[in-house]
């Protein structure tokens, strides 16, 4: 079975791999796949979050050569990600 990316993961991909492995902010991401407010879901990086660990399983079992990592969890503190 052959992983396939989304739209919304390729978006999201795009957006990680322009910061080149700087760690961004969950709600600067929303920002930047989201620009207009009114295209946003409701819960736009409580979305944004599930995508973004549903992407760093795809790209391990693709067998990418680079990984996606975040930062350990701290409360209500957006999580950052980046390209490894």
């Known amino acids: 079975m052959t992983v396939e990316y989304t739209p919304n993961d390729s978006a999201l ?3 990680l791999h322009k910061q080149k492995g700087e760690p961004i902010e969950t709600t ?3 920002l930047l796949r989201y620009p ?3 295209e946003r ?4 990086r409580e979305a944004i979050v599930c995508v973004l660990n549903q992407l760093m ?3 391990k079992k693709k067998g990418e050569l680079f990984r996606i990592k ?3 969890r701290k409360g209500p ?5 980046w390209i490894a």
């Open 36 to 38: 207009k407010e009114s």
């Open 41 to 44: 879901p409701r819960y736009a």
């Open 57 to 59: 399983a795809k790209v």
């Open 70 to 72: 975040k930062t350990a």
């Open 28 to 30: 600067k991401i929303v």
């Open 77 to 81: 503190h957006p999580s950052k990600y």
């Open 13 to 15: 991909l795009k957006i």
